[in-house]
DNA sequence: AATTCGCTCAACCGCGGACCA
DNA sequence: ATGGTCCGCGGTTGAGCGAAT
C-alpha cells in the first residue's frame, strides 16, 4: 500500500550540511535536475533524508539565489504582502525572486518585526499597538493601514495601487527591468509594479503569474560571450549577475552544463572564503 | 581575558493536503 | 474508499558569532 517511505530513518545524518554533502547535491542536480526528492539521497549518494534534501537546496544551493540582507524594496514589499496575506511565507516569497520562504520568514523575525513594533505597528494586524484616539484607525481591512505617524513608510506600494488604479497595460513583457531594479532602486519598483495591470493583480492575489512571452527578450549567446570574457573575473562577475537576477524564477534557464559547472565552482569557492 | 548575553539564520519538526497503490 | 507516503509549508530550535560586561 502506498509509497516507500522517503527515508529509512537509521543512518541518516541529520545537522549542518557540509562542502561535499553540498557538492554532491550541486553536481546531481544540475546533472539530473529536480525529481522526486525521495530518490535523490540515494541517486546522489547521500546519507540525508529527502526532506532535508530539497529544503538545503531550495533554501540555500540553488543558484537563483539572492545573497545578503533584504533591501529596503523587498522589505517593504514583505511588509506590504504580508498585510494582505499574513504568514503565508511561501507566497510572499514568491513574489520576490532569488529569496526564500525561510529566509524572509527569518527576516521578517529578526529585522521587520521589531521595526515595526518601533514603528509602533503591530506586527500581526498591521495595525497601531496604541490606539490613542478612535480616528486614527478606522479600517478593519487587514489590507489597509493607519494614517498614524510613521506610516508613510508602511504601504507606499498599496498607496501606489490606489493611486493609479487604471494604468495601462502594456508592460508584461518586461520582466527583466522590473526584477533588476529590485535592489538598486527601491522606488522605480514600486513604480514599475503599479505600470502593470496583470503583474499587480498577480502580485497581490492568488492569480496565475502573468504570460511572459520570453522570445522577444535579448537574450546573450552565452557560449559566444564566454569566449569574448577578457578575464575569469568578468566571467563570474556576469555569472554572479545573472544569478541574482533569478534565472530560474523567469525561466532564462540559457546556461550551458559548462556554464553552470563554473556557478557550481564558484558557489563551493565563496563557502570555503567563509 | 573570560564570561554572559543577544542576535542571526540554517536546519529540523510536525502538520495538512495531495497523491498513489 | 482506504491507508500509507510524499511534498510543501509554517513554527521552532540551537549552533555560531559578535557585542557587552
Not at 505597528?121 to 489597509?144: N, Q, R
Not at 533588476?180 to 522605480?188: G, I
Amino acid at each position: 500500500m502506498g509509497r516507500q517511505p522517503c527515508c529509512d530513518k537509521l543512518g541518516v545524518k541529520k545537522g549542518p550540511w557540509t562542502a561535499e554533502e553540498d557538492n554532491k547535491l550541486i553536481n546531481f542536480i544540475l546533472t539530473s535536475g529536480q525529481c522526486c526528492w525521495r530518490a535523490v539521497p540515494k541517486l546522489a549518494g547521500l546519507r540525508r533524508c529527502g526532506k532535508s534534501c530539497r529544503l538545503r537546496w531550495t533554501n540555500y544551493l540553488r543558484p537563483d539565489l539572492k545573497r545578503g540582507l533584504l533591501t529596503e524594496s523587498e522589505e517593504q514589499l514583505v511588509i506590504d504582502l504580508h498585510a494582505r496575506l499574513g504568514n503565508r511565507w511561501s507566497k510572499i516569497a514568491a513574489r520576490l525572486p532569488g529569496r526564500t520562504d525561510n529566509e524572509i520568514k527569518n527576516h521578517w523575525n529578526t529585522h521587520i518585526k521589531k521595526k515595526l513594533i518601533k514603528r509602533g505597528i503591530d506586527p500581526v494586524t498591521h495595525e497601531p499597538l496604541e490606539k490613542e484616539s478612535p480616528d486614527t484607525k478606522t479600517s478593519s481591512c487587514p489590507g489597509e493601514h493607519s494614517s498614524e505617524s510613521e506610516n508613510n513608510s508602511l504601504s507606499p506600494l498599496l498607496e501606489s495601487i490606489n493611486a493609479t488604479g487604471n494604468s495601462e497595460e502594456n508592460s508584461s513583457s518586461s520582466p527583466p527591468e522590473n526584477c533588476s531594479t529590485l535592489s538598486d532602486e527601491p522606488h522605480k519598483l514600486f513604480d514599475s509594479l503599479c505600470e502593470d495591470e496583470k503583474l499587480l493583480s498577480y502580485l497581490l492575489g492568488d492569480d496565475e503569474p502573468p504570460l511572459v512571452d520570453t522570445t522577444t527578450w535579448e537574450l546573450p549567446n552565452t557560449a559566444q560571450n564566454f569566449n569574448n570574457f577578457s578575464s575569469w573575473d568578468d566571467c563570474a562577475t556576469w555569472l554572479f549577475d545573472c544569478q541574482d537576477f533569478g534565472v530560474h524564477d523567469f525561466e532564462l534557464d540559457c546556461f550551458n552544463e559548462v556554464e553552470m559547472n563554473i556557478l557550481d565552482r564558484l558557489e563551493t569557492g565563496k563557502k570555503q572564503q567563509k
